[in-house]
């Protein structure tokens, strides 16, 4: 056996996404409120990074870094640095990777995000332990009740057997404390209908606690009668009114059609998720990252995007000059520079994100205008490849550009993505997204006459008169996305 050493030259390629690269690829997906949180950090971190509010000018002239985020770029340079990024890294900025590691001592800009996140609400077993706490029930009923409210699911109802929640504490509760616990838990919390287990459970406890005036309301006797059959009909005629067989109901309940529609009007005011209503789900509110406005007079859509809240950034002149004045220690000098190159590179991915996404933003215009004039039965099928193409730009450039953004429009507040959609031929030539194609559903469906409500065949008829031909099974597909009913339980009774 011999060992030997030797050397050889070898050629290769791989894929590497460089930092700057990854800055660019993060700051284009972000959406305007995600962006100025993550300005508000690198102004915090980056010493080098400095920022004035927009309007403000400091000077009259400005170097390249600094031209402010919300003015709308259109020189040539501008868009030619853009056409060179995606030729030099088109393909890296759509591939999978792994991301470089941070030098030690370096901030992680997301792990500032979460720790000046607010802290997390009370969940919904969290806000009934305190008043299940406060409750008046036997001390023997206090543990059992415990774990039945913690078995609870989020719409408050419990969906898993008594014996499951005893084994879960690995309790020997009997089943008669068991029940004892779930209607002391039922009877002691509100909103009513908590720790049903099931719909029509929930609903009966509803109308138990509005005829007892639980809440300390006073029914007036129209709406008491109306309960009354209401608890008649949930609790023997229950799958005849899930599955609207009315006239079934009036015949074996002995009940007038008119006061079973009454207790149905009266169910309607109930709730189906009682559970929901003690949580807060915390729905941030949309911010706009494009705002398009009608412009009459030359009668065209403009874009417009709405930066008009972020700072106006700049490279600081003293901290670049200290990067290059050799009089400052090294270690000094690496240390500043290190912050110009990320305050330029983060000025850079910004401007990069702005032309991007405005130039989407126009495209999207331009080839859904029909929407915009119309309305949502106008939306035509349209791929990111094709303004891909058009704007010069990768699917993926694309795909990040629209990822979470809204758009502002004379028609409310929309999704970019949602533009963005297949879709069938339609006799025009000009084509149906599949947006559209819902929409229309839905307009037949408003329009039909409830006393004989048309079959799904029927819907697909109407939408061929319009152009657009879709199987009956693809009108169950759109019909069951929108949460319309069958034609049998969409019929009106009396």
């Given at each position: ?14 894929m590497r996404m460089v930092p700057r690269l990854i800055q660019s690829m993060e700051v284009l997906q972000m959406p305007a409120a995600a962006l100025q949180e993550r300005i508000a950090q690198e102004l915090e971190r980056n ?183 209401a608890r008649v009909i949930l609790a023997g005629h229950w799958m005849d009114f899930l599955e609207n067989r009315l006239p079934r109901i009036e015949q074996r309940a002995h009940l007038p059609m008119a006061r079973i529609l ?233």
């Amino acid at each position: 056996m011999r060992f030997e050493h030797s050397q050889r030259l070898a050629t290769g390629q791989q894929m590497r996404m460089v930092p700057r690269l990854i800055q660019s690829m993060e700051v284009l997906q972000m959406p305007a409120a995600a962006l100025q949180e993550r300005i508000a950090q690198e102004l915090e971190r980056n010493v080098a990074l400095e920022a004035r509010e927009p309007g403000f000018e400091l000077d009259l002239v400005r170097p390249e870094h600094e031209r402010p985020i919300g003015e709308r770029d259109e020189t040539a340079e501008g868009f030619e640095r853009l056409g060179e990024m995606e030729r030099a890294y088109g393909e890296l900025m759509d591939a999978e990777g792994p991301r470089p590691r941070r030098g030690d001592g370096e901030r992680d800009a997301k792990m500032d995000a979460m720790a000046n996140a607010p802290s997390r609400g009370e969940n919904l077993a969290e806000r009934l332990m305190h008043d299940w706490r406060l409750a008046d029930v036997a001390p023997e009923l206090r543990e059992p009740g415990d774990a039945i409210i913690e078995s609870l699911d989020a719409d408050g109802l419990l969906d898993v057997p008594l014996a499951e929640v005893r084994s879960s504490r690995g309790a020997q509760w009997p089943d008669e404390l068991m029940e004892r616990a779930l209607r002391a838990v039922q009877v002691s919390l509100d909103p009513p209908g908590i720790a049903a287990r099931d719909v029509r459970e929930s609903l009966l406890l509803q109308v138990d606690a509005a005829l007892a005036e639980r809440d300390g309301v006073e029914l007036p006797a129209p709406l008491r009668a109306a309960f009354d059959d209401a608890r008649v009909i949930l609790a023997g005629h229950w799958m005849d009114f899930l599955e609207n067989r009315l006239p079934r109901i009036e015949q074996r309940a002995h009940l007038p059609m008119a006061r079973i529609l009454a207790a149905r009007d009266a169910l309607r005011r109930l709730r189906l998720s009682p559970g929901r209503d003690l949580v807060d789900e915390g729905a941030q509110p949309i911010v706009p990252d494009v705002v398009v406005e009608y412009d009459a007079d030359r009668d065209r859509y403009v874009a417009a995007l709405a930066d008009g809240s972020l700072p106006v950034l700049r490279v600081s002149p003293d901290y670049e000059r200290m990067a290059r004045d050799r009089s400052v220690d090294e270690k000094t000098r690496e240390f500043v520079g290190a912050n110009v190159r990320s305050a330029e590179w983060l000025i850079e991915a910004i401007h990069h994100r702005k032309n991007t996404l405005l130039r989407v933003a126009e495209q999207v215009i331009a080839r859904q205008r029909p929407w915009f004039d119309e309305g949502p039965e106008a939306l035509r099928r349209l791929e990111m490849s094709e303004v891909a193409e058009a704007v010069g730009v990768s699917v993926g450039t694309v795909s990040r550009a629209v990822s979470g953004k809204w758009m502002q429009t004379p028609r409310g507040m929309v999704e970019l993505r949602r533009f963005f959609s297949g879709g069938v031929e339609t006799e025009d030539g000009q084509g149906a997204s599949w947006e559209a194609v819902r929409q229309m559903v839905k307009d037949v469906v408003e329009a039909e006459d409830r006393s004989a409500p048309l079959s799904d065949e029927a819907i697909a008829g109407r939408l061929k008169e319009r152009g657009v031909t879709i199987a009956r099974r693809t009108v169950v597909k759109y019909r069951e996305q929108l949460g319309i009913p069958s034609a049998r339980h969409r019929k009106s009774h009396g």
